[in-house]
């Protein structure tokens, strides 16, 4: 790849040309735009930049909006903190944190962010019980008033709301049960997984508008990538990049099939950069789909998206602008 800026599209009656965007290995303290958002994975099992740990797990740095995100922390704190140094990343510059669900190779690094950053803002799923905590109206179990007093719950008089308590009882975790604005432009897209193996499990995704689409990042995409896409397409229907985990890292060829043509013929997607638990097999196919629109995303890798962008010598194929099929 050379070092050419690429154009970009524009929009017109007939078709929408994608804001250019590329992958390239990030450089430790490398500047950035403060205009144009930028995703570095900063944990994953997959990648090829020099010095920098894999692990099974995610953890992403989002600047867009005026905002540093970390989303999701990856399985080992001390891998986060290490991948995070060698990329530059401080992780005391952060303006939130958002956790995407409550499986440790998402959430294993929280601990260790909280000692380099303590007092930093934590948006989690809202779940009756839950790691990140909880609470439940006092009246959700049957009584008995028969019973003495010293046999009922609360001796027959329980609070109003019962809260229970976090993992991390001193962090400043805000619990989310429904697709919110966090900041402006700023959306968090609460579901529930109804799949067989994580069925009732609470995920949050992050949806950035932008003025070409929405930036949407995945930590495992359990409720299915159908409902994720079709919840951010309620904001704005122009999905510009898909960035993460499509979770279909045992999946079968047809299910790999039906999910890739979902997103490239209902929703448009724009360009895509699979990570995590997508699964070898996945990655394979949504490159000969999506061509020039995919983006590599391994460790280290920075995903640079804005009205123009820098091509260096990277981990994946040289980007250029496309049109959204239509």
Wanted: charged content about 20%.
């Amino acid at each position: 790849m050379n070092g050419k800026s690429i154009l970009v599209g524009m929009t017109s009656a007939l078709s929408i040309l994608l804001a250019g965007c590329a992958s390239t290995p990030a450089a430790p303290g490398a500047g950035v735009d403060p205009g144009k958002p930028v995703i570095t994975v900063l944990y994953d099992a997959f990648g090829n930049t020099p010095h920098l740990q894999k692990d099974w797990g995610y953890a992403a740095l989002v600047e867009a909006g005026g905002k540093r995100i970390l989303f999701d922390t990856g399985n080992d704190g001390a891998i986060l903190a290490h991948n995070a140094k060698t990329l530059g990343v401080d992780l005391t510059r952060l303006d939130l944190v958002v956790m995407s669900h409550r499986h440790g190779d998402h959430m294993g690094g929280l601990s260790r962010l909280l000692d380099i950053n303590p007092k930093v803002r934590i948006y989690a799923p809202k779940e009756g019980f839950g790691v990140y905590g909880g609470d439940l109206p006092g009246s959700f179990y049957r009584r008995d008033a028969s019973l003495p007093a010293a046999q009922q719950y609360y001796g027959g008089a329980p609070p109003e709301v019962m809260h229970f308590g976090s993992a991390w009882p001193q962090a400043d975790i805000t619990l989310i049960d429904r697709t919110t604005e966090i900041a402006p432009g700023v959306h968090l897209i609460a579901l529930v997984s109804d799949k067989p193996g994580t069925l009732e499990l609470r995920e949050l995704s992050l949806a950035i508008e932008t003025t070409d689409g929405m930036i949407v990042v995945v930590g495992c995409s359990h409720p299915g990538v159908d409902r994720i896409m079709q919840a951010v397409a309620t904001i704005d229907p122009r999905i510009l990049l898909v960035v993460g985990g499509l979770h279909l890292v045992v999946a079968k060829d047809p299910e790999i099939s039906s999910v890739i043509a979902l997103l490239r013929d209902t929703y448009r997607v724009g360009q895509i950069a699979p990570g995590h638990c997508t699964g070898e097999p996945t990655f394979t196919e949504l490159r000969k789909v999506f061509g020039e629109r995919y983006l590599y995303a391994g460790v280290g890798t920075r995903i640079e998206i804005g009205l123009t962008s820098r091509t260096m010598q990277g981990t994946g194929p040289p980007v250029r602008s496309a049109a959204v099929p239509g």
